[in-house]
């Protein structure tokens, strides 16, 4: 996943760079038509956008769902590793860690139930859904714009419709990366029974072991975690979204009301 991405970033990188000497040739043409440069690429890079975007998430979503191998993110019970009792550190860091430590880690995974593949499809999925009508909401009110056919039905509808997406895509795609993200992280790191010759016994005290990763009663493996954390930037994104759609609705009227006048 990791080389698609390197390998859309650049394509697009390339992409923008071609416009724009394109469009920058038109505009000093002497004939040319002169039209608003931000609208011209940015429609461009809307429409290429939502096409990387829809090749890169079905590419995302079979690739979870059929893989051997799964890139996903797992919480981890916060743990810090520590040196091993044995060994004592003559030389070290200046500064020590005396709280916190890893509480999420970012993995590959084989054998993932399907359980867990298909919640991180559907988070897969709907993240790519909700940019691709966003972009596609850019291009076309780009394409309105230099159309010169001013504020129309179609547009409103089509900001309003990306804002309700933005609201509830973003918030959804998170619950499904996070119930994913559980299930996985308990597929992989849970263990339920374990044995050692050489471990002292629970009926053995090692104080200098006592509540460590090293205590008798732990593997010392990291252990499986619940974690939901929200961003809530999509609720704000759409809202604006939708106080632009109310604009645009308002401003479709005062049109209609004022056509003929002039």
Not at 22 to 44: C, H
Not at 88 to 94: A, V
């Amino acid at each position: 996943m990791a080389g698609i991405r390197i390998a859309i970033i650049a394509l697009v990188i390339a992409a923008i760079i071609i416009v724009a000497i394109v469009l920058l040739r038109r505009r000093s043409a002497a004939n040319g038509e002169s039209r608003p440069l931000v609208l011209v690429a940015g429609r461009l890079i809307a429409a290429l956008y939502a096409c990387l975007t829809l090749i890169v998430t079905a590419v995302a979503v079979i690739t979870t769902l059929t893989a051997e191998q799964v890139e996903a993110t797992i919480p981890v019970r916060e743990f810090w590793p520590e040196p091993y009792p044995w060994i004592t550190l003559l030389e070290g860091p200046s500064a020590q860690v005396t709280g916190g430590g890893f509480s999420s880690a970012e993995v590959f995974i084989t054998g993932l139930g399907m359980d867990a593949r298909a919640f991180l499809a559907a988070g897969h999925a709907v993240q790519g859904a909700t940019f691709i009508v966003i972009a596609v909401t850019i291009a076309l009110l780009c394409q309105r714009l230099l159309s010169g056919s001013g504020f129309t039905a179609a547009v409103t509808r089509a900001v309003s419709m990306s804002g309700l997406t933005v609201m509830i895509g973003g918030i959804a795609w998170q619950i499904f990366f996070a119930i994913g993200g559980n299930i996985a992280s308990t597929q992989a790191l849970f263990v339920s029974a374990w044995g050692s010759d050489d471990a002292p016994g629970p009926d053995v005290p090692e104080p200098k072991w006592d509540g460590t990763a090293y205590d008798p009663l732990h593997t010392g493996l990291p252990d499986p975690d619940f974690m939901l954390q929200l961003d809530f930037w999509p609720l704000l994104l759409g809202l604006a979204l939708a106080a632009v759609a109310f604009a645009f609705r308002r401003a479709e009227r005062l049109q209609d009301d004022t056509k003929g006048l002039v």
